[in-house]
């Protein structure tokens, strides 16, 4: 079976509400050993580093669900090595939005204070990925996400797998209705 890893977003954390879902709808159907949820650094740098070394023993073997900034990093690491990902109201091009959060930020779940500098804004840009292989992806997004434009990732998608829903918001409603799907598309060779 292929290891399912949740990406959490920006300012997030594995506390999130989709990572705890996602990990207790494995830990029902006895798949725990099979769920990864690591924490995302804020340093784009920092974060490409780790995501590189957890992601590079499995050899491809992989799909990530991205949500927002993570579905972000997501794309790079399917470009870079290998696997699939579900994109969850991803974060496209979040270098050019990055102005609006430079200085202290508190993280959703556990309080913890970052810093984020105007440097984050390039090194992002460094990291993007445009898919190439179309197949490897699935967008789910949703059209009332009040944080991101959901047609800037169906235009930066374009040929994936994409499912579109009316309304909803960023943190994507009824989202653990659809993980059956999401680890059916993990393991479709």
Same mark, same amino acid.
């Given at each position: 079976?292929?290891?399912?890893? *949740?990406?959490?977003? @920006?300012? !997030? %954390?594995?506390l999130s509400q989709k990572a705890q879902e996602t990990a207790q709808w494995m830990a029902e159907r006895g798949l725990s050993e099979y769920f990864l949820c690591p924490?995302?650094?804020m340093d784009p740098d920092i974060a490409e580093r780790e995501l590189r070394a957890l992601l590079t023993p499995f050899n491809g073997d992989f799909?990530?669900?991205? !949500? %927002?900034?993570g #579905? @972000? @990093?997501a794309s790079w690491a399917v470009e870079e090595l290998g696997g699939r990902a579900v994109l969850i109201n991803p974060a496209?091009?979040? *270098?050019?939005?990055i102005q609006q959060y430079v200085g202290e930020q508190e993280n959703y779940q556990t309080g913890e204070?970052?810093?984020? /500098?105007? %440097?984050? %804004? /390039? &090194?992002?840009r460094q990291l993007e990925r445009k898919p190439s292989e179309l197949h490897r992806y699935w967008l789910l997004s949703q059209t009332d996400d009040e944080v991101l434009n959901y047609q800037d990732a169906v235009e930066f998608y374009a040929g994936? &797998?994409?499912?579109?829903?009316?309304? #909803? /918001?960023?943190?994507?409603v009824g *989202?653990?209705?659809?993980?059956?799907?999401?680890w059916a598309f993990a393991n479709t060779n």
């Open positions: 079976m292929t290891p399912l890893i *949740y990406l959490h977003g @920006f300012l !997030s %954390s594995p924490t995302i650094p799909c990530l669900i991205g !949500s %927002s900034l #579905g @972000f @990093f496209v091009r979040p *270098y050019a939005l204070i970052h810093y984020i /500098d105007l %440097s984050f %804004s /390039d &090194k992002l994936c &797998k994409q499912t579109i829903i009316h309304g #909803g /918001d960023h943190g994507f *989202y653990a209705q659809w993980l059956a799907e999401i």
